[in-house]
Structures are given as structure tokens and as C-alpha cells.
């Protein structure tokens, strides 16, 4: 603690002395607030006195002087004088703002010059004005409430200068300068009297000060011993060593309260050679032995490691230092010590010493090699594994390091030597290294050698240590990793992961050379149906069969990969001319194209092929590969085995496509997908039979067609969609036609292929007419013939067959213009054959071939038992002549255009079923 040091009286500190503001400004925070606490008790009797006073003096001059000056002047003085000190009174003791009490300190100064100089000045009017008898008395009167105001501003010697000097002298300079010398003299003995109450302050209050400071002093003595008390024990409270004293014959006088914490033994017991009784039964005589020894031989220092029991009954290691001082004879005086708890340092190096013999027996037991070479001998030494895997009997002796790198590879020996003088050079202490190194029998090992060097004081390498592993194995299974990486494991060709490579390396060399490189994308047609029919096995034997024949065929500069499923990739190096590229395609496909065989079945083997060639179609690996896969995707709606060249034209179409798909997705997301139905009629009673619901959708520009979203129908997640968006429409038009008492018969929606891959349609469709309320036997369902031959054969079974038995029609849609054979009409439950438009719109010719396919139609279903519906009938000719033949069902323009859902009911109503049978009897008239 710093304490404020008294100023030497100088000419300086006399000025700042005796100049109250400046005192009051330097003074410390310890005597303004002792000065503070003594003004609040003197203060308020300051003013109690001259209340007292000045009420006396009003009273005694009553009736001699003017009542206004006696009693006027008394009543306004008390009013000043309460005034002041309710304000020191409301001033609180918890004050500690030195700012403050600097404020309220002048203030006083202040209100002292103030209230002494209107005390004295009304001390002088009373006396100028009373009776010249009764002068000296009211003088005498003023002088003694001066001084005793004046003594109660001891703790502010300044202030009471001030009352005394402002309020006795006025009336003490009358009496000064009074002809009378009673006057004079008693005017003498006031200024004598001042002299004396004035240099009484001044002393006063200069002891107080020097007592202040001397309590200041005293109490920072105080707080530093305490603070050194308190640090002293902190230090030996929170020292994790236990600090001790004994005896010079070895008894200990003291001891740490940490040991009572540690052992759990009380210091008292343990005084004297009480502590023995925690040493471990085990460490105690070899601990007493060494005391002993440090005593007997004059005060030798003493070093021990020995085990303390603890608290909980468990041992800790801990190490045992003492120390003697001595006195100026060189006798022993005491002996310090202390315990220092080393049980992590002690298992470490019991740990360490474990680990160095596991390390030793691993090392026998492990087939790593361990060497350790000395630069001083040149030699090398070596474990016994050394002579197992290299197959050497001389390493058992040791040899000299030109042996040994006379075993490494010639191609990796300049590598190795150059990495141990680098290892030297930049004072590396570690180093690994990998190599091939040759066995007796003369094969070579891949090595991985890991080296530790051991320094001099001056740096130089006095001993390399280190261990050989054989890693040959693994260096073959990571090679085999590497290559399973990068093809496939089926048909050895490089994976689509190498194929990409290969293809941009040719794109880097293309542009230097400036050749012509072509990139065929390959696709196995009907793939799928020999996995379902034959089974796995025989996919992926034909595809193992393409693989053959595809390496066969191109010469050794191409390149050929499997991307994936049945799809490869040809990269046709060096072509000749690029206009060639469509005719080396077509080459290829036919010479690998064939009959093949497979545990007694012919497999036919016909690829498609999409061509594209570098920097004319594609300036890029990545663009060229799309180009390639687009004139693939041409090859195969032109039919299998057909090889395309790629056209800008086809990136028109795949954009046209993705257009569609877009148009699908906007439409489905702003449900502008709407059902539009088309009225079927019966050719032999003109009645509305039903309905057929075709997928109409609003753009911005009108309605539109199905056929213009017909990628959308194609694509197997977005015709499920729409799928779904029809048959929710489809069965809630129909619910409200129930509830409306509109009899439309049974409404027939279409299915596209990709609504049988999952397996749930029947599900789907079931699910929401229970859930509507509405049988079965409403709907009936359209499938292409496409359907019947898809890849999804059994699915499209089942869920026919499901629906079947719960009342849904089954209706084959476009029948004649598929692949659909007769022994589909037996396999599936089909209820209906629908007649393809593509029949009925040349009927009006004469005699032409599609009269004699749709009577071959109508009677093949009349045999079977199948009902018949013509579509695309649009002349009354037509439709008669379809009557004639015995078509059950009509639909198209001559009966009506498809229509939305709010317009069925009204047709329904106005239908006239005689007048349609009169149209089609008149055709037939």
C-alpha cells in the first residue's frame, strides 16, 4: 500500500498550507474523508450554537434597537442557519466520492465567509445601535458566538478563520478605533484572544493530520503483514510439494497441512518419526537407511524415491529431498525438506520399460527386420528375421553396409543413397523410405525401411537404428485395388472412371496432332429380355461375349470400355477420314453382330451404336460423349442394330424433349392437367356406352395435346405422374356425376408403360375409387401393345389380372400397330380390342388391305369372345360399315369431340341414340 508522504515545510507547501483551495484539492482520499466524517458531527453543533446565539443576541437588544434589526435580523440569520444545516444533515455518512466531499468542502468555505460576514455585520448595527452601556456587552456578546463557532471547525481550521475573523472583527475594529480606552482595550483583548483561538487551530489541526497519517502508516504495516501472512500461506497451501522442518538429529518439528490432506495421518501424530507410518512396509528400511546415512555423515544431502500411503489406502510415489542449514560454526541448526509427488513420472518410466521389452520380444516375434548400424565400425546388425525373409545366413554375424546396399535395386540405389545424405545434410533424426531389395533366391521384395539417427554433441551420426517390413503382398493387392478401380470386374474392359481418361488424354493429344478421333456409344438391344428369360447367368455371359468381341474387332490403337449395364464405348483413334465415321460404325456392329451360345440357347447379339467425332461434333471430352450418347439414342428409336451419326438436328430433338419435360413438370406443379372425355357408341342401338378420358393440358397459348408433353410420357417418374393426376380427376368428375344422377356408363383412362414398373397400379387404382366410394366396374383401362412386351412382363400380369377380378375392363388400345402376338390375347384377361384410326380412315376406298385387316380383327375377337371398338370414325360410311361387319363400339368426330367434364352431362341429356342409329342406317342404306 502506498502511503502519501507529509511535505517538508518549504516555501511550497506553506503556500499550500495556508491556501485552503489548494489544500483541499491536494489533499489524499484518507483525510478529506476523515475531515468529512469529523465536519458531519462538528457542523451540526456549529449551528446549533449560533441558532442559540444569534437567538440570545436578538432577544438582549429587543427594545433598544429597531425590532426589524433585533428581531428582523435574528429571524433571517436562524432561517439561513437551519437552512445550511439540514443540508450538512442530509448529506450521507457513505459518502466515499472524493469528487463529492471536494464539492462540499468548498461549499463550506463558502457558506463560513457567508454566514460569519452577516453575523458580524448584524453584531455591528446592534451595537452602533444600543445603548453605549450595554455596547461592550453585546460585543462581547458577538466575539464569544465567533469563537465558539470557530472551535467547532477544527477538522476545517480555514472555515473557522473565516468565522471568527468575519464575524468578530467588525465589532473588534469599533472597539479599536473607540475614543473610549475601556473600548480600546477591550477591542485589544479580543485580537489577543483571536491570536491564541486561531494558531490553537492551526496546531489542532496539524496534529490531526500527523495523527492520521500515522494511523495511515499503521495500518498499511498492518494490511502488508496480513498480506504476507496471507501469501505465505496460500503459497504453502497451494504448493503441490509438502514442505518440512526436523531436528538436527532427524525428528521433524513441522509439516505442511497438505501432508494431513495427502496421507490422511494428523500433523501431530506424525511429528517427530511419526511420518515413518506411511512409508510403504516395503520402502521403509531402504528410506530409514538413507536418513540414517544423511545424518551420520555431517548433514550430507539427502535424495530418496519411496512410496506414501494415502487417505484412501492406495500408494503414490513421491521423492524425498532434505537440506541442512547451519549456523555460523557450521553446526546444523535444522534440516529442510520437502515431498514431491512423482507417481506419473515414475509409471511413465515403468511404462517406458515395459514398452522397450514388449518392444524386444515383438520384434522376435514379428517378421519386420530390425537393424542397427554404427558409423564407428561400419557394420550393420541385424535381427534373426533378416536371415527368414532374405534368406542371408551372414546378417546373424552383422555386415558392413556396401553388402547391404549391394542386395538393393540397381534402379532404387541412387534414390536411396542420394535420401540418406539429405537425411545427413538437413540433420533429420527420422526417415522412410520404400525400395526393392534382393533375397538369396534372387527375387526382389518391396521394402519399406524406417530409420532413426542418433547425434553426437556435435550432430555427427554415431548410430542409425531402424526396421525393415516387408511389404510386397500388399504393394500386389494394392495394385490389384488400383486395377479393380479402373475396370470391370465382369468383362476386364476399363470402367467408366478410365474411360474418361482415356478420353480426355485424346482430347489433349488431339489438339497438338490434329487427328481424327471418333467415340462410338454402344448399347445391347433386348438386353433385358435375355436376363428375364434365360436369367442373369446368360446376361452376363452375352455381355462377357461383347466384351470379346468388341476387343476383337477394333485395332489395337482404340479403346474400349463398359460405362455400365449393357452399355460400352468404342474411342476410335487415328480415323482416316471423319466422313467415314458412319460406315466404320455400321463395320462394326456388323462383325460383332451374330448368334451366340449359351448352355444350349442362341442368344442374338445386336448392339446399337450412337458416333460422334472430336472437335467437329464436340469440343470436349464431356460434349463430345453427350453428342455420342444423343446419336445412340436416334439409333434406337430407328430400330435395333442400326448405327447413327450424330446431327445437330438431334440436339434439337434431345432440347425438344427437355422442353416437354419442363412443359410436364409446370403443368403437373400448376395443375393444368385436365381430362377431356370422348362418348363411345354403340353401332347397333346408337346408345352412349361410355367414355374414353384423354389427358388434355392448358398452356398459356390454348390447349394442348398430349402428344406435345409425349417425353413426359415416356419418362417412367413423370407419366406415373400424370398418371395419377388423370385418375384422380377421372374418379372425382365420376363421383359427381353419381351424386348428380348422370349415367356415363364406364369411363375408360389409359396406362403408359412406366405405371407397371413399380407393381402398384392396380393399388393405386383400387385405392382411390375406395376411397371415393365407386365400384369397380366403372372404369376400364387401355394398355398399348408395347405394354404386353415390355421388360416388366410380370407386373403388368399381376396387376391386369388384379384389376380384372375386381370389375375393371381391360382394353388392348391400338391393336394391329404393335408387336403383340395371339398368345397375348390368351395370356392377359383382355376384354377389349381396340381398332387402331390408322384401319379406319382409308374404309372409304375401295377394297383396300385394311378392310381385310379389320375383318380379320373383328372376327378374331368375335371368336374369342373379345368386344371390338373402332377408333377414329368420322364419316357416317365408316361407322355403317363397321356395323355391317359387327364392330360392337364407334368412337370418334362422327359422334363427338372430346369434351370437358362439365359439358358430359349436358350431351348426355340431349343424346338422341335413334337418330345415331338412323345416321349409321342411312350410311348403310
Known amino acids: 500500500m502506498n502511503l502519501e508522504e507529509k511535505e517538508p515545510y518549504s516555501d511550497t507547501s506553506a503556500f499550500v498550507r495556508f491556501n485552503p483551495f489548494l489544500k483541499i484539492a491536494r489533499s489524499s482520499d484518507a ?149 473610549d480606552w475601556y473600548s480600546v482595550e477591550a477591542g485589544l ?97 531402504r528410506v530409514l537407511a538413507m536418513w540414517t546415512l544423511a545424518l551420520e555423515t555431517d548433514g550430507h544431502e539427502a535424495d530418496i524415491r519411496y512410496r506414501l500411503r494415502l487417505h484412501d489406502g492406495s500408494f503414490r510415489w513421491f521423492r524425498a529431498r532434505a537440506y541442512p542449514r547451519r549456523n555460523a560454526n557450521g553446526n546444523i541448526l535444522a534440516w529442510y525438506g520437502n515431498l514431491e509427488d512423482i507417481h506419473d513420472q515414475v509409471m511413465a518410466e515403468q511404462a517406458l520399460q515395459e514398452s522397450e521389452e514388449r518392444y524386444r520380444l515383438a520384434s522376435l516375434a514379428s517378421n519386420d527386420i530390425i537393424w542397427d548400424f554404427s558409423s564407428d565400425h561400419n557394420r550393420i546388425q541385424w535381427s534373426s528375421a533378416a536371415a527368414t525373409i532374405l534368406g542371408y545366413p551372414e546378417t546373424m554375424e552383422g555386415t558392413t553396409r556396401d553388402w547391404w546396399m549391394g542386395r538393393i535395386h540397381p534402379a532404387d540405389r541412387p534414390e ?162 471423319e466422313k467415314l465415321a458412319a460406315d466404320t460404325a455400321a463395320a462394326l456392329l456388323a462383325s460383332i453382330s451374330g448368334a451366340a451360345e449359351f448352355d444350349g440357347h442362341q442368344i442374338d447379339v445386336i448392339l446399337s451404336a450412337g458416333v460422334a467425332v472430336a472437335f467437329s461434333d464436340g469440343q470436349s471430352a464431356e460434349e463430345l460423349h ?60 346408337g346408345e352412349c356406352v361410355g367414355f374414353e378420358a384423354l389427358l388434355r393440358w392448358h398452356h398459356q397459348e390454348g390447349l394442348r395435346l398430349p402428344s406435345e408433353i409425349n417425353a413426359a410420357l415416356e419418362d417412367y417418374g413423370l407419366s406415373v405422374q400424370l398418371t395419377n393426376r388423370m385418375l384422380d380427376c377421372v374418379i372425382s368428375d365420376l363421383a359427381f356425376w353419381l351424386d348428380s344422377g348422370v349415367d356415363v356408363r364406364r369411363i375408360a383412362i389409359n396406362g403408359a408403360a412406366g405405371d407397371f414398373r413399380r407393381g402398384d397400379f392396380a393399388d393405386r387404382i383400387l385405392q382411390r375409387l375406395e376411397s371415393a366410394g365407386l365400384p369397380a366396374t366403372v372404369l376400364q383401362l387401355e394398355v398399348t401393345e408395347s405394354v404386353l412386351v415390355s421388360q416388366h412382363v410380370k407386373n403388368v400380369d399381376n396387376t391386369l389380372r388384379t384389376l380384372a377380378r375386381a370389375g375393371v375392363t381391360i382394353a388392348l388400345d391400338d391393336f394391329g400397330t404393335g408387336y403383340a402376338s395371339l398368345t397375348h390375347l390368351k395370356q392377359f384377361p383382355v376384354h377389349t380390342l381396340k381398332i387402331d384410326r390408322s384401319f379406319i380412315r382409308r374404309l372409304d376406298a375401295e377394297r383396300s388391305e385394311d378392310d381385310v385387316i379389320v375383318s380379320a380383327v373383328l372376327d378374331l375377337a368375335r371368336n374369342l369372345g373379345i368386344s371390338t371398338v373402332a377408333e377414329g370414325i368420322e364419316t357416317p360410311a365408316q361407322a355403317a360399315y363397321l356395323a355391317r361387319k359387327g364392330c360392337d363400339v364407334g368412337q370418334g368426330y362422327l359422334f363427338g369431340r372430346p369434351m370437358p367434364a362439365a359439358q358430359v352431362g349436358e350431351m348426355i341429356e340431349v ?15
Open 31 to 179: 483525510i478529506l474523508l476523515a475531515q468529512f466524517e469529523n465536519l458531519r458531527t462538528q457542523i451540526p453543533l456549529m449551528y446549533v450554537l449560533m441558532v442559540i446565539n444569534v437567538g440570545f443576541l436578538g432577544l438582549a437588544t429587543y427594545g433598544d434597537v429597531p425590532d426589524t434589526h433585533s428581531v428582523g435580523g435574528a429571524s433571517a440569520l436562524c432561517l439561513l442557519i437551519v437552512i445550511r444545516a439540514v443540508i450538512w444533515r442530509s448529506r450521507s455518512k457513505f459518502v466515499n466520492d472524493t469528487a463529492k466531499i471536494r464539492r462540499y468542502l468548498y461549499g463550506t468555505l463558502a457558506a463560513s465567509v457567508l454566514l460569519s460576514a452577516a453575523f458580524g455585520g448584524w453584531g455591528y448595527l446592534l451595537f452602533s445601535e444600543a445603548d453605549p452601556a450595554r455596547s461592550t456587552a453585546i460585543a462581547l456578546f458577538v466575539f464569544v458566538g465567533a469563537i465558539s463557532c470557530c472551535y467547532c471547525l477544527q477538522a476545517l481550521p480555514f472555515a473557522g478563520w473565516c468565522v471568527l475573523i468575519f464575524g468578530a472583527s467588525p465589532v473588534t475594529l469599533r472597539l479599536l478605533l473607540s475614543p
Open 189 to 285: 483583548t479580543f485580537l489577543v484572544a483571536a491570536g491564541v483561538i486561531l494558531r490553537s487551530l492551526f496546531t489542532s489541526n496539524k496534529a490531526f493530520e500527523d495523527l492520521l497519517y500515522s494511523r495511515m502508516e499503521m495500518s498499511g504495516l498492518v494490511k502488508a503483514l496480513e498480506q504476507s501472512q496471507e501469501h505465505y500461506r496460500c503459497s504453502v497451501e497451494l504448493d503441490p510439494q509438502i514442505p518440512w522442518i526436523s531436528d538436527p538429529e532427524g525428528s521433524v518439528t513441522e509439516l505442511s497441512p497438505r501432508w494431513e490432506d495427502t496421507t490422511g495421518l494428523s500433523r501431530d501424530s506424525s511429528l517427530g518419526w511419526g511420518w515413518a507410518k506411511a512409508a510403504h512396509p516395503d520402502d521403509l528400511p
Open 416 to 577: 536411396v543413397l542420394q535420401r540418406f545424405k539429405d537425411v545427413i545434410a538437413r540433420g533429420q533424426t527420422q526417415w522412410v523410405q520404400e525400395f526393392r531389395a534382393r533375397t538369396a533366391t534372387g527375387d526382389y521384395l518391396n521394402m519399406v525401411s524406417h530409420g532413426y539417427i542418433l547425434r553426437d554433441e556435435n550432430g555427427t551420426p554415431k548410430r542409425i537404428i531402424g526396421s525393415l517390413q516387408d511389404v510386397t503382398r500388399q504393394r500386389e493387392y494394392e495394385a490389384r485395388l488400383q486395377w479393380a478401380a479402373h475396370h470391370d470386374a465382369l468383362t476386364g474392359l476399363p470402367n467408366r472412371t478410365l474411360f474418361n481418361e482415356h478420353l480426355e488424354a485424346v482430347f489433349r493429344e488431339g489438339r497438338s496432332t490434329g487427328s481424327c478421333t471418333l467415340l462410338m456409344v454402344l448399347d445391347v438391344d433386348r438386353f433385358k429380355a435375355v436376363n428375364d428369360d434365360l436369367g442373369h447367368d446368360a446376361g452376363d455371359a452375352l455381355l462377357q461375349e461383347v466384351a470379346g468381341r468388341l476387343r476383337s474387332a477394333v485395332p489395337a490403337s482404340a479403346s474400349v470400355a463398359r460405362l455400365g449395364g449393357d452399355e460400352f464405348a468404342v474411342i476410335w483413334r487415328d480415323l482416316d477420314e
Open 626 to 685: 453427350k453428342c455420342a450418347d444423343l446419336a445412340l439414342y436416334a439409333a434406337k428409336r430407328d430400330g435395333a442394330g442400326q448405327a447413327c451419326r450424330f446431327r445437330d438436328e438431334l440436339r434439337q430433338l434431345a432440347a425438344r424433349e427437355t422442353g416437354m419435360l419442363w412443359d410436364a413438370r409446370t403443368a403437373l406443379q400448376s395443375n393444368r392437367i385436365v381430362p377431356f372425355y370422348q362418348p363411345k357408341v354403340c353401332l347397333r342401338t
Open 911 to 925: 343424346w338422341n341414340a335413334a337418330a345415331a342409329r338412323s345416321l349409321i342406317g342411312s350410311a348403310a342404306a
